[in-house]
């Protein structure tokens, strides 16, 4: 059996890949979000134009920043880009939630009027209350993002590059 090198592996520049790929994700992912919560009827928080901004640099932040682990996953990559993906979005969403929270139009009165114990408590509910409603199903869709991105992204770059130089 035979040694072969991964050409993934020789990519050269894995977090900006994976910031890029993240972020657009994120625009599309904020507005399916949005969406859904305007035909169920919710109030809406946050405008969709803040909203995607926010997802957009938190998205792009945390893929920059796991994008080198997912990319340089070695053979069998597959899980392993999963729970870097599905992580990724664990620890981005505290992030969100607090820039959701600074964003959001009740911002002022929210930082005025309660003490800091209420502000706290605050802001571990909307984050509870933001994993169960979305960050689950956000963090199984960046995990199979993340597989694709290592499996597919990634090869068809290299492929491109590769056609170019002929």
């Not at 994976?18 to 305007?38: E, H, M, P, R």
């Not at 997802?55 to 996953?73: E, H, K, L, N």
Request: glycine letters at 6%.
């Amino acid at each position: 059996m035979k040694n072969h090198q991964d050409t993934a592996l020789s990519i050269s520049n894995p977090r900006l890949l994976a910031g890029v790929y993240f972020a657009l994700l994120a625009v599309i992912a904020t507005c399916i979000v949005d969406g859904f919560l305007y035909f169920v009827g919710a109030e809406q928080f946050l405008p969709l134009f803040k909203a995607t901004l926010l997802a957009v640099v938190i998205a792009g932040c945390f893929g920059a920043i796991f994008g080198r682990r997912i990319v340089y996953s070695q053979k069998p990559y597959r899980r392993k880009a999963f729970i870097y993906g599905f992580l990724m979005v664990l620890v981005a969403l505290p992030f969100y939630v607090l820039g959701f929270l600074y964003l959001s139009e009740d911002y002022t009165r929210w930082i005025r009027t309660e003490t800091l114990s209420q502000q706290i408590l605050n802001y571990l509910f909307t984050l509870f209350y933001s994993f169960i409603f979305a960050g689950l199903w956000l963090a199984i869709a960046a995990g199979f993002a993340a597989m694709y991105l290592r499996g597919h992204v990634v090869y068809d770059i290299l492929h491109s590059k590769y056609l170019r130089r002929r």
